[in-house]
């Protein structure tokens, strides 16, 4: 897969403050990349950077090959941008502020702006000053998702939707993401990377501190046992790679080293195994590894 945005070692300082260390990772063609992290760790700031907002004090940043700060209106062409809290013109309707942003892009598919209009279920009648929180954040998703562009940055995208509308958000990256399109997908809500991405990149204190699938990562932290047996299962608790041991209802749950799994297994099957339930660590999991402290 080519690349689509390619980021190394950048660097960006607010005065005294350093807001990014030498961040670093990929987006390639047909890839969502769900990029996590606390408030004030880094995500926007790289976003705004990526976005030609801001320039990087050290680096590099490229989107198709092109420098984002010397080639951001080329970049923009071909890219569609959702920030995490829309602002809107009160007087317009939010269908004419769709348009508009449609026509700003270069035109847009209208036959999908009326599908995704009902899907979103928006009012596009009504004034924007009338709009909740949700509904201004369904005109930016909206409007970005109806014009052509190769790559979409995503900042908080379903900030302020109900579930329902964020299963809606889901069903429509799945599309694009099948039509090869790159998604940098910033978000608070795990459950949404993790059902969405191929690839995370957690960001702490301005620094890249994990990158990789999910399945990578997970080899990083501990599975959750959940064991019941035959035999005297308190010895479990000393078999190498069991942490957490406890006893409860007749049943031992305790955590385990990944790589410890069949050394487990072989203990637990001379104990006579009657259950044995292994549940992979979550994206929450691998997150709170590194901001529990």
């Not at 998604?183 to 191929?198: F, G, P, T, W, Y």
């Not at 005297?232 to 031992?252: L, R, W």
């Amino acid at each position: 897969m080519s690349e689509m945005i390619r980021i190394e070692g950048l660097k960006k300082n607010f005065g005294k403050f350093t807001a990014l260390h030498d961040v670093t990772f990929t987006v390639k063609a047909g890839e969502v990349v769900g990029f996590i992290g606390p408030n004030g760790a880094g995500k926007s700031t790289t976003i705004r950077t990526l976005l030609g907002i801001i320039k990087g004090d050290g680096g590099s940043a490229k989107i198709f090959d092109l420098d984002v700060w010397k080639d951001s209106l080329e970049i923009h062409k071909r890219i569609s941008y959702v920030p995490g809290d829309v602002a809107l013109w009160g007087g317009f309707t939010g269908g004419e502020i769709i348009d508009l942003f449609m026509k700003l892009h270069g035109g847009g598919d209208q036959a999908k702006r009326d599908q995704l209009i009902k899907r979103f279920e928006l009012d596009p009648k009504k004034k924007a000053k009338t709009y909740s929180k949700g509904n201004r954040q369904k005109v930016g998703l909206i409007a970005a998702l109806s014009v052509e562009a190769d790559l979409y940055i995503l900042d908080e995208p379903t900030s302020g939707l109900d579930p329902l509308m964020e299963a809606v958000f889901q069903e429509e990256i799945a599309k694009i993401k099948k039509e090869g399109k790159a998604i940098l997908l910033s978000s608070h809500i795990l459950s949404e990377v993790e059902r969405l991405a191929d690839k995370v990149v957690i960001i702490r204190q301005g620094k890249i501190v994990e990158t990789g699938t999910l399945e990578e990562l997970r080899h990083l932290t501990r599975s959750s046992i959940t064991l019941t047996t035959e035999g005297d299962v308190a010895v479990m608790e000393n078999v190498k790679g069991v942490h957490d041991f406890s006893i409860k209802d007749g049943k031992a749950v305790f955590y385990a080293d990944n790589e410890s799994i069949n050394e487990i297994l072989l203990e637990a099957t001379k104990l006579g195994v009657k259950k044995f339930e292994s549940v992979p660590p979550t994206l929450e999991d691998l997150f709170m590894r590194h901001y529990e402290a």
